[in-house]
């Protein structure tokens, strides 16, 4: 199984700020690695496919970079609304996995 | 528009089955794979295995092994879930999600564009 370790797993940032999330795989998984966002109550929303492709309708503060086994998400210029936790996911190998998740408040 | 609609709530006590569907609309169930993934309350997501609704072929994460069943009604444009033996750490909110839409039939489908709504699952004595 291929284990997905985020960092951190909490961060407080303010407005504006810019923010960095990475995801570390146990062994290469190519590109084959995604991001998600996920509010109380809501079913999670796929923000980037494949390590840096960004998915239809999501802003442009949101990228993504990486290949193999070291993944970054960046959000830009933080909003209140991307208080949230966020996901990476891989599918670079037969079974899936998920990263411990990342929780972001924002002051 | 692509939507996946899951049935209600349920309320097991430990040992007993759950079955739950998924039906889909705005695509053709066999063209994508379906997946599963639970999340227990507070915790992450957790990837429990996937369906090819075409030939029923499945593969399942080695926690679930022996006690997960997932099958397909493609008359229906359903999938189902069943799970065995619960005990109250399968407390969670199960998603169904095919294998990324937006990469078309020809792929490549490993990201989730689509969930379902999602269904709760309480086990409880």
């Known amino acids: 199984e291929v284990v997905l370790t985020q960092s951190p797993d909490f961060q407080s940032v303010t407005p504006k700020e810019t923010v960095t999330i990475t995801c570390r795989a146990s062994?290469?998984?190519?590109?084959?690695l995604h991001w998600y966002q996920q509010k109380p109550d809501q079913s999670p929303k796929l923000l980037i496919k494949?390590?840096?492709q960004s998915f239809s309708g999501v802003p442009s503060r949101f990228s993504g970079s990486g290949s193999g086994t070291d993944f970054t998400l960046t959000i830009n210029s933080l909003e209140a609304e991307d208080a949230a936790t966020y996901y990476c996911?891989?599918?670079?190998?037969?079974?899936?996995?998920f990263g411990q998740g990342t929780k972001l408040e924002i002051k | 528009e692509v939507q996946m609609v899951q049935s209600g709530a349920e309320v097991r006590k430990p040992g007993a089955t759950v079955k739950i569907s998924c039906t889909v609309s705005?695509?053709?169930?066999?063209?994508?794979?379906l997946h599963w993934v639970r999340q227990a309350p507070g915790k992450g997501l957790e990837w429990m295995g996937r369906?090819?609704?075409?030939?029923?072929?499945?593969i399942y994460a080695d926690n679930f092994q022996g006690r997960l069943t997932m099958t397909a009604d493609t008359s229906r444009n359903t999938a189902y879930m069943e799970l065995r033996g619960l005990t109250s750490e399968d407390t969670a909110v199960y998603y169904c999600?095919?294998?990324?839409?937006?990469?078309?039939?020809?792929?490549?489908?490993?990201?989730?564009?689509?969930w379902g709504q999602g269904t709760l699952v309480a086990v409880s004595s």
């Open positions: 999600a095919p294998g990324g839409v937006a990469g078309g039939p020809v792929g490549p489908n490993g990201f989730f564009d689509y």
């Open positions: 705005g695509y053709t169930l066999t063209d994508y794979y």
């Open positions: 996911h891989q599918s670079g190998s037969l079974r899936y996995t």
């Open positions: 062994q290469s998984i190519g590109s084959s």
């Open positions: 369906l090819d609704p075409d030939d029923g072929e499945t």
């Open positions: 494949y390590a840096s």
